[in-house]
């Protein structure tokens, strides 16, 4: 059986592209502050979400509901609707992060299937069991900061599913615990969706350099006639020692698809794909590529090689803390 294809929708659109793809499951949030994609343009209202799921529904496949930032002290009620709203318009799970609203869930929903989010960074088996006997968890999406060895270890001592990301946007800290980003810019990844918002980012010409800053602080500067990349501080240019480059990361996307066949071997259930902000069209190629891979990987056929190669961050991908081939 192949591994559930878990695919990114930031619009109505996107959502409809990413089914006729093939996504076996889809996932996306309401166009409010309980999303941590809560972008201008982005997003469902409840009717949109409602029509959606009835779609997906309609063509065999799942929708999943994020409701995955910490509620605000005093503005509980906005969580707590979602999660109403998520229910009465048939989503088949919700991905939460905060103690308070998974708690709340369990208790006012108990009907309405619970995933922890990555931001909750849940990344040992006692976390994860935590979770589920206090909660009702059915399945953790994990950080990705673990090798697949480390994930193999933990689904033997788990009786939830376990969700991993396998392409796009790379966090190379534990999620929910990025402290650099938020010290840079003033605003929390886990509320306010970006580690870089694009409003605290601002390039400078330098004399013969193009200087990328974030918040204040510069994080790469680059020939003129070269590619900038975007200034992330986990992918930023640091001095340690005598050493100068790219510490933790470099600028490039996570494409795990070669994993696949290790990763099902580890006993993972579902493979997630990252890009809510992306265009249809994007999602809608990722989709069909990644939907040949698993059915090859589930049939015990080679899966297609250098399919995705074109759509990574700067033309280059790793396999991030997968295979610890990071520095």
């Keep these: 059986m192949a591994m559930e294809l878990v695919c990114p929708a930031g619009t109505p659109s996107a959502l409809r592209a990413a089914v006729e793809a093939g996504a076996h499951t889809i996932y996306c949030g309401f166009a409010d502050e309980t999303n941590a994609r809560n972008f201008p343009g982005l997003n469902f209202s ?49 991905i939460l992060a905060d103690i308070g609203l998974l708690a709340h869930a369990a208790e006012h929903h108990p009907g309405l299937r619970r995933h922890l989010s990555v931001q909750a960074a849940a990344a040992n088996p006692d976390a994860i069991n935590l979770y589920a006997q206090a909660f009702g968890v059915k399945r953790v999406v994990l950080p990705r900061v673990l090798t697949v060895a480390e994930i193999a270890a933990i689904n033997r001592e788990i009786d939830v599913e376990t969700e991993v990301f396998v392409f796009g946007g790379l966090c190379v800290m534990a999620e929910g615990r990025c402290s650099l980003s938020s010290y840079a810019t003033g ?102 590529n990644f939907r040949a891979a698993v059915e090859a990987v589930a049939a015990g056929r080679p899966m297609p090689e250098g399919m995705l190669a074109r759509l990574s961050e700067g033309q280059a991908a790793t396999t991030g803390a997968y295979a610890k081939t990071w520095r």
């Design 187 to 288: 605003k929390s990844p886990n509320m306010n969706g970006v580690c870089s918002p694009a409003s605290h980012v601002v390039y400078a010409e330098e004399g013969s350099e193009l200087a990328a800053r974030l918040g204040g602080f510069t994080i790469h500067r680059t020939k003129k006639d070269q590619p900038a990349p975007y200034p992330t501080l986990c992918k930023g240019c640091f001095t340690s020692e005598d050493q100068t480059g790219h510490i933790f990361e470099d600028p490039v996307s996570l494409d795990a698809s070669k994993l696949i066949p290790a990763l099902a071997r580890a006993g993972v259930t579902a493979l997630k794909i990252e890009g809510r902000q992306r265009s249809r069209a994007y999602v809608a190629e990722v989709v069909r």
């Design 46 to 94: 409840q009717e949109e979400m409602a029509e959606s799921i009835a779609f997906a529904h309609g063509r065999g496949a799942k929708v999943l509901v994020a409701i995955n930032t910490f509620p605000r002290a005093g503005a509980e009620p906005l969580w707590h609707r979602a999660l109403a709203n998520a229910e009465s318009s048939g989503a088949d799970a919700v």
